[in-house]
RNA sequence: GGCGAGGUAGCUCAGCUGGUUAGAGCGCGUGAUUCAUAAUCACGAGGUCGAGGGUUCAAGUCCCUCUCUCGCUACCA
């Protein structure tokens, strides 16, 4: 690899719209921390920066729901996520965030400059625009009738009844959530970066140069380059966010996606004075840690921003991590699933370095992992405790009770001694090699073979055997037992920071350069080492059944429905209603549509007629085990053409909280084109 | 359906360009040991490497088909 002069290390900028969790820290916080770590501890210059990613539409969502300004959340979940950052020792630089005038006006200025060198395509689209609010709508805001099932209270993007995706302008009566009034629509401009011009470029630059990503990373990258790439819209009609710089754009800002990682930039200028040495010199390595649902926009769209800029540097790896899941499921803010980074803090105090340990020992490096607390009970117990706490402790004992805390002369080294000592470079070597491959995983396993080559050293030398008999020969292996734990202290700090304080201080010296270990006379004899602590306390079965308990009580709260099930929708006449004609049918005949994944053609008696309705159930039924089976359809709704096959209808269906869809049948057998009403 | 990633001991994972009896950590069993938070150390049991074909003197490792998991994407009337 090129020799490189400093480092910049970017982290994923959290979602200002909830706090920080496990699956954050195991996937990129803790990685790109013990990284970082291990760099300064190597001397070398880097930087490491992050921040709250403040703007887009889910915020002034949750800002409406809770009857709040955009800037409440954000504040609130800035604050508490640099806290408990802080707090949990992720050693950032800078941690900034995005609604900052740095970074408004960096992000503006990119904007501009991009602007001015006339990359940019320009569109003009038809949107809402709400008379009454005076500005354009999000496809959030509007809520209409569904064109496809009707629903009368579907969203601009989406209709939650029948799960359709839509444009805004599909929807039958719009309204404006905002106002309540019907919104109009009107010519809007955007401005759009041209991807599928870069594509030539990425297509050399990833596939070929940078071959050495993980393969997680390089496949997705190939598949979207594979797919082919479009231009994408970096502004949009919001009121929240970076305006954009060009005359006219009045309610306009920039794309969330655009600005948020320009916040890397922004928060490398409110850092230091030299950000351009970071961003611009060919000698800085650019490496984005973060999570696989951000590869796209690390991998192509802000590197595609950033040569498009033309006097930025591209990222030299980005070695995004898979997902975690907790205890089985998947973590989900939203069903308050997770281990919130706050909470632990507050129920483990003291255990900042446990939860490390253990996400770092379960990283999803290459697939998605499943976190248990059990999991973390018995890598605490069994490695922590007793691996590492147990070598250290071991040491001190013994040199408090034959020397009273004075580290000893050694004597003459015999073979074994001097091969135990020369293995703690081997060690190093290994863990090293693996952190510069980002195998963050394998080398925590490494440094913790550390802890066992002292356990090991111990037991074959037992010094506690020979003693009486031979204290001349017991000085020395116990001197080298403790050079070991100050070796320790060492290479653990990367993954186990406050732990390696902790030893530091019972040894009583100074933080030991990455370079000095292999060492065998960091502790000079006569050196008096404190009386010691432990390094690690058993956590016992009690605190995790309390945490099972916790998550048990939150999927018991999910399932008492009222919290999950939507809300009501508005008010309609008995009138309306029966518009509605729906029927008992029974299915005559059921074949899934080839080359889709849900689509299933059924054919249906209603009483009236026989037809074909496609139906979207396929995931869940196979067609040998519905024919015969009645069920109740809308039989009114106007024909559609889906696969290119008519469908007549709709089949209702009850989707549970899981998402699996039953079928709305009779309570007992009745004549088919029985009225629904 | 298309694309990408993954499916290797009970659990979490290594296995590079195919080559001696498929490895590690934790768990499990047996023994040793007592300095240590019943911790440690040694030894051992456990795998038809998702399934089935094929190429090869030789395949976990290459090719084909199928299957399951995760993600992106199409689709959901």
């Known amino acids: 690899m090129k020799d490189y002069k400093r480092y910049l290390i970017t982290a994923a900028l959290p979602y200002a719209n909830g706090p920080v969790h496990i699956g954050h820290l195991a996937g990129v916080y803790v990685p790109a921390d013990i990284y970082v770590r291990y760099l300064r501890l190597k001397g070398i210059d880097v930087i490491f920066v992050c921040g709250s990613d403040e703007h887009g539409v889910p915020i002034t969502i949750k800002a409406r729901q809770e009857g709040v300004n955009p800037k409440e959340i954000v504040d609130r979940y800035h604050e508490m996520n640099k806290k408990a950052f802080a707090d949990f020792g992720i050693s950032f630089n800078i941690y900034s965030r995005t609604s900052n005038k740095t970074h408004h006006e960096t992000a503006s200025g990119f904007f501009k400059t991009l602007y001015d ?4 395509l320009e569109k003009t689209t038809k949107q809402y625009f709400d008379t009454e609010a005076g500005q354009f709508l999000a496809d959030r805001y509007i809520t209409g009738i569904c064109p496809i099932c009707g629903n009368a209270s579907a969203y601009g993007d989406q209709c939650e009844s029948c799960g359709t995706s839509l444009n805004a302008t599909d929807l039958k009566d719009p309204k404006s959530t905002l106002s309540g009034s019907t919104p109009e629509l009107r010519d809007t401009l955007h401005w759009f970066l041209p991807l599928d011009k870069y594509e030539d470029f990425f297509k050399n630059w990833i596939l070929k140069e940078n071959k050495h990503w993980k393969v997680n990373v390089y496949g997705q990258c190939k598949s979207w380059l594979n797919a082919g790439l479009q231009p994408r819209a970096v502004s949009r009609d919001l009121e929240w966010g970076i305006p954009v710089p060009v ?10 996606w655009f600005d948020a990682p320009i916040g890397y930039i922004s928060a490398t200028k409110e850092l230091t004075k030299d950000w351009e040495k970071y961003w611009k ?3 800085t390595r650019l490496i984005h840690f973060i999570g696989k649902d951000n590869i796209v926009f690390h991998c192509i769209i802000f590197p595609a921003m950033l040569k498009a800029e033309g006097s930025y540097i591209l990222p030299e790896n980005v070695p995004a991590n898979e997902f975690l899941n907790l205890e089985g499921d998947k973590i989900s803010t939203s069903r308050n699933w997770a281990v919130w980074l706050h909470e632990y803090l507050e ?3 003291g255990k900042e370095d446990v939860l490390r340990y253990v996400l ?5 490096e290459t697939k998605d992992n499943d976190y248990t607390w059990k999991d973390f009970q018995t890598r605490n117990n069994n490695e922590l405790v007793a691996i590492l706490g147990n070598f250290v402790n071991r040491s001190f004992v013994l040199t408090q009770k034959y020397y009273n805390g004075l580290i000893p002369e ?19 070597q290994s863990v090293e090699n693996s952190l510069d491959n980002f195998r963050i995983r394998e080398s925590l396993k490494y440094a913790m073979d550390l802890a066992r080559l002292g356990n090991k050293y111990l037991a074959d030398t037992e010094p506690w055997a020979i003693q009486k008999t031979d204290p001349e020969r017991v000085k020395t292996i116990i001197y080298i037992s403790l050079q070991i734990t100050a070796n320790l202290s060492a290479l653990i700090e990367p993954f186990l920071p406050n732990t390696a304080g902790k030893l530091r201080e019972y040894l009583n010296i100074e933080r030991i350069n990455w370079t000095d270990i292999g060492s065998d006379e960091i502790l000079k004899p006569g050196h008096h080492i404190k009386k010691p602590g432990l390094l690690f306390d058993k956590i016992e079965d009690a605190a995790i059944e ?3 308990e916790k998550l048990n009580s939150t999927k018991k709260m999910n399932e008492g429905s009222e919290t999950n099930a939507p809300q009501q929708k508005d008010l309609i006449s008995y009138d309306e209603f029966m518009k509605n004609d729906i029927r008992i049918g029974t299915i005559l005949e059921a074949e899934k549509v080839p080359k889709t994944k849900k689509l299933m053609k059924l054919k249906i008696d209603t009483g009236i007629d026989q037809r074909t309705v496609v139906s979207g159930i396929a995931e869940y039924f196979e067609a040998e085990e519905i024919i015969g089976k009645q069920v109740s359809i809308l039989v009114n709704l106007e024909p559609r053409n889906i696969k290119g096959i008519e469908s007549q209808g709709m089949i209702l269906m009850a989707e549970d909280t899981d998402g699996s869809l039953k079928f709305i049948m009779p309570g007992d057998k009745v004549s088919n084109g029985s009225v629904i009403s």
């Open 117 to 120: 060198k006339g990359i940019f």
């Open 247 to 256: 005359e006219g754009a009045d309610g306009k800002v920039l794309y969330v």
């Open 281 to 283: 010199d060919p000698e």
């Open 347 to 349: 129920e483990f105090p």
């Open 360 to 364: 770092c020992a379960n990283a999803p």
């Open 410 to 428: 050694p004597g003459k080294l015999l073979n074994s001694d001097k091969k135990t000592l020369a293995e703690i470079a081997v060690i190093k």
């Open 546 to 548: 309390a945490q099972l």
